[in-house]
């Protein structure tokens, strides 16, 4: 490739790479808010706004009580400023008169705003075939579909009304996979968690449409703390899929949730994502802190737990979606497209904990860093002993964009049992001047090589996704990189 | 917590030490060196020894090591030379150099050096007789600030081998370093410490092995250092055979000039508890830095492998490749990373890491780590950890070959990979044998 051409294909890189977050906006809404800073009387009064039982404020104390003992980890491959916990506000709703029992008494400001962000409330997203439950700030409002999930004796809520409507499947189920104790983050999340959804499936059902939910951060200075639990008894399926975006804001927000899977014999339990949360500017001024916990388990023989994630936002996103493998049979997976640009910084990955006999797991993950972004994949594939013929098959893939950017892989695998098989493989690698080279002379402009390579690098994991959502993921990830070799 | 405060009595046992060992030196405490074993004393008293919250230690519990207050290894009495002989690998015996606990031994050392200024010899000797290449090179790559191990042996380090090829010139013989602890009369802590220096357009083969008398426990903390200059070619090979109730720490760094190319073959058998620091530095372009590792533990035994590859330059290769055999209760550690600095564009480097768990009981914690922060590069890793072949010990057993010899014959070809890369002949048949008759005990 010679000088000219070089340069030629920096500056279309260039300009890609600049392309504008277009989630950015906010929405000129009332909102109701607690004052900032933690403390028992600020969790005491989020509780109180939300009607909460007594079992569940005191659930909420004692995490956070246990929080208070805890320190902040900082083994994760990211650096950010200390945050002070104290200095956000933890509850943020839009005002909302009374819960809407339909779409018509939902403010049209904040149908508009989700219909913005091209997330349709409206029913005639049933064409989609798709069942939202959106989120804004703190709480739920809305959730679409309701009534025939309902007619299949499916739960689909948020995760507030689960609390009130359902207190026996919440009890059970709430920190059944993540602990309250688990870590920092998970510990302070039950404590102020403030929404989230709320999704059951009965025995021997399998969801007859996607499920949703739709995180939107609005609110200045706030966290956002939603939990998800999601449980398949018997032979159920479900297919669920979680997106977000936030504005842009010159200061961090935190966003700490906990999603919990729990999925009994022969159920399948396939969860995508495709985080967008606002990445921050170029000079790495604000953006979300993306802290997230994430945790299945395979409580029974035969079940599944897939996980799909799409991660082009964030300043810093650091979670590890896992699969407890501890029913026999059980399959876990895990497939993740990382994208970083400019100065952001990613350490996710996942843990595959074999438990069960026959118990097998697979990892494809895609890390692309461009601008001066770190990217790092940290994953654990353990085998106890006892878990016969347990099986796990890994492939991490990076791709570097530019020569100020780093890729980082750091798998662990921890193996004790004889009869185990695992494989990991890794690679590093830039987009090949040879390919680009081909599609130029087949007339294919570099622009568009860069997003076909791409394409092709991200495919194994995009071919997980839904549809519609595959769709989406592509368009994300061309604008979030366009045009990258160097 | 127990562990914790046990960790800091047994460090001062360490540090209380040096005032005896440093009066044993009389006068060459006044040497230069002298001045950075001081400050390297002076470093392990502020780092101590690892614990298991150290990300490099998470696998490794060094308690074991750290109950035993071993002394200072006192210059022995020499061996018989029958009993060295065992030792001695075929061919190599007019080209030894013999140590017992960690002191270089003249009588059983058998070495003539080539007339053309190569020099082969204890580094106790170059101490005394060579400051000039001493204060160039030694000390000044094994980073005692950072690593406690480092710390204790610079801190006692008083002897052990100096080989040093001049400029242009190719040494033909392998060099035989053989390290013999005797510890029959009692325990003992050693410091070996090892400098070799390539010169320009220089050849040196180098074969390392450590042995072990007597039934008593003892620990060997070994240095070694390679300084090798432009188009220089280094083939290390490093055999550790040490007994079963032993302690070895081996720490190895070498630092490449432009056009070289190292090849180490690292090997361990022996050992109670080993842990082995490997660092390959490529500090300039178009090196070439290849490291090949083979282990195998059984019963109680704890091996832990940790390696870096540290791509500083651009143009440069690596290879690595490292395998291990498991029985019995034993545990395998290995930890592969690869560093590609900002500017190292056009680096390769590969990186292959399988191992065998051939028990119920066996385990092995695996963390192969690529850092890379150059985008112009190819680098890829792969670890396996699986059992032998069922079809293979199949096809084996359908043409009448017994279970235990086909167990045997596929353990040696999934051995002889790494093998393979030995390039003194003699010293891979020799330690094929010996192989062959340890995999009939897994």
Same mark, same amino acid.
């Given at each position: 490739m010679n000088k000219d051409q070089q340069s030629n294909d920096q500056q279309i890189i260039e300009s890609r790479i600049k392309s504008?977050?277009?989630?950015?906006f906010t929405t000129d809404i009332e909102t109701e808010t607690v004052p900032s800073g933690l403390n028992e009387d600020i969790i005491r009064m989020i509780s109180a706004k939300k009607n909460e039982p007594e079992w569940m404020l005191e659930w909420r104390l004692k995490a956070y009580r246990h929080w208070l003992k805890m320190a902040e980890p900082h083994w994760p491959n990211v650096h950010y400023d200390a945050i002070d916990? /104290?200095?956000?506000?933890y509850y943020a709703a839009p005002k /909302?008169?009374?819960?809407?029992?339909?779409?018509?008494?939902?403010?049209p400001k904040l149908i508009e705003t989700f219909n913005k962000l091209?997330?349709?409330?409206?029913?005639? &997203?049933l064409l989609a075939g798709v069942a939202v439950d959106a989120v804004m700030d703190s709480v739920s409002v809305a959730t679409t579909f309701k009534d025939e999930l309902r007619k299949l004796g499916i739960i689909f809520c948020s995760f507030s009304e689960a609390i009130r409507e359902h207190p026996e499947l919440v009890k059970k189920y709430i920190?059944?996979?993540?602990?309250?104790?688990?870590?920092f983050f998970a510990a302070l999340n039950a404590a102020v968690f403030t929404d989230g959804s709320f999704c059951y499936i009965p025995k021997g059902?399998?969801?007859?449409m996607e499920l949703s939910t739709y995180f939107r951060i609005n609110a200045a200075k706030t966290g956002q703390f939603e939990r998800t639990l999601i449980v398949a008894e018997e032979g159920a399926y479900v297919s669920y899929l979680e997106g977000c975006t936030a504005p842009m804001r010159d200061e961090n927000q935190l966003h700490a949730a906990v999603v919990e899977l729990v999925a009994h014999k022969n159920a399948q339990i396939k969860y995508s994502t495709v985080q967008n949360w606002?990445?921050?500017?170029? /000079?790495? %001024?604000g953006g979300i802190y993306n802290f997230v916990t994430k945790r299945g388990v395979c409580?029974?023989?035969n079940s599944k737990i897939s996980w799909t994630q799409v991660e082009t936002g964030s300043a810093i996103t650091w979670k590890y979606p896992s699969v407890?493998? /501890?029913?026999?049979?059980s399959i876990g997976e895990f497939y993740s497209v990382a994208l970083t640009n400019n100065l952001q910084q990613a350490d996710t990955g996942t843990k595959m904990i074999h438990v069960g006999k026959n118990t097998r797991s697979t990892i494809v993950s895609k890390g692309i860093s461009a601008g001066r972004s770190n990217n790092s994949y940290r994953g654990l594939v353990k085998v106890h002993k006892g878990a016969l013929n347990a099986r796990n098959f890994s492939q991490c893939d990076s791709l570097l964009i530019g020569d100020k950017c780093g890729a980082h892989t750091f798998p662990y695998l921890e193996i004790q049992e004889k009869s185990a098989k695992v494989e990991h493989e890794a690679t590093t690698s830039k987009i090949g001047e040879d390919q680009i080279f081909y599609c130029n002379q087949r007339g294919i402009s570099t622009e568009d090589a860069i997003g076909l390579v791409v394409n092709g690098y991200c495919k194994e994991v995009f071919k997980e996704l839904p549809m519609e959502f595959a769709v989406e993921a592509q368009k994300l990830l061309a604008i979030s990189l366009e045009g990258s070799v160097g | 917590m127990k562990e914790f405060s046990n960790n800091v009595d047994i460090k001062d046992w360490y540090i209380s030490h040096f005032q005896a060992f440093e009066n044993s030196l009389n006068g060459s405490s006044?040497?230069?060196?002298h001045q950075i074993r001081r400050s390297a004393i002076a470093k392990f008293a502020d780092l101590g020894f690892p614990g298991r919250r150290d990300e490099e230690w998470?696998? +490794?519990?060094l308690s074991p090591l750290l109950k035993h207050q071993f002394p200072v290894a006192a210059r022995p009495t020499s061996l018989p030379a029958e009993t060295v002989r065992q030792f001695v690998f075929k061919g190599l015996a007019e080209n030894l150099l013999v140590f017992v606990n960690g002191r270089y031994s003249r009588e059983l050392s058998n070495y003539r050096a080539p007339a053309n200024g190569v020099i082969v010899d204890s580094l106790g000797n170059a101490l005394k007789n060579r400051p000039e290449v001493i204060d160039r090179y030694?000390? %000044?790559?094994?980073p005692f600030e950072k690593e406690s191990f480092v710390a204790l042996n610079t801190a006692f380090a008083v002897d052990g081998a100096f080989i040093y090829a001049p400029d242009?010139?190719?040494?033909?013989q392998p060099v035989h370093l053989l390290y013999i602890s005797d510890a029959s009369a009692g325990s003992h802590f050693a410091s070996p410490r090892n400098l070799i220096v390539a010169g320009r357009n220089s050849q040196v083969k180098i074969v390392e092995s450590y042995h072990g008398l007597g039934e008593n426990p003892y620990f060997n903390n070994v240095v070694t250092e390679a300084a090798v200059n432009e188009n220089a070619r280094v083939d290390h090979i490093r055999i550790q055979d040490e007994r079963l109730n032993a302690y070895h720490v081996y720490s190895l760094e070498t630092h490449q000039q432009q056009n070289s190319v190292y090849w180490m073959v690292n090997v361990d058998m022996g050992g109670a508890l080993v842990r082995n620091n490997l660092t390959l530095t490529?500090?300039?372009?178009?090196c070439e830095g290849h490291l090949l590792g083979f282990y195998m533990a059984n019963g109680k035994q704890h091996i832990d492998n940790h390696t870096a590859i540290d $791509?500083? &330059?651009?143009n440069c290769f690596s290879n690595e490749l490292y395998k291990g055999i498991l029985g019995g209760k034993a545990k395998g550690v290995f930890n592969g990373k690869i560093f590609v600095r900002?500017?190292?564009?056009?680096t390769n480097a590969y990186q292959n890491n399988k191992a065998l768990l051939l028990s119920e009981e066996a385990t092995i914690n695996s963390k192969p780590q690529l850092e890379i922060f150059a985008d112009d590069v190819k680098c890829s890793h792969g670890a396996t950890v699986g059992q032998l072949d069922n079809e293979a010990l199949f096809y084996l057993r359908s043409r009448g070959i017994p279970q235990e010899q086909a167990n045997s014959i596929l353990q040696y070809a999934f051995a002889s990979e790494v093998f393979g $890369?030995? +390039?003194?002949d003699s010293v891979r048949e020799h330690l094929e044998e010996i192989i062959e008759e340890r995999f009939a005990r897994l």
């Open positions: 504008e977050y277009k989630w950015g916990y /104290q200095d956000a506000y /909302q008169e009374k819960r809407p029992e339909s779409l018509d008494e939902v403010d091209g997330i349709s409330l409206e029913e005639q &997203k920190g059944f996979v993540v602990p309250p104790n688990d870590n059902v399998r969801c007859p606002y990445p921050g500017d170029e /000079q790495g %001024k409580l029974e023989e407890i493998l /501890q029913g026999d049979n | 006044k040497a230069p060196f998470k696998y +490794t519990n030694l000390a %000044k790559y094994a242009n010139v190719a040494v033909e490529l500090d300039a372009e178009n $791509h500083a &330059k651009p900002r500017d190292a564009q056009k $890369h030995i +390039t003194i």
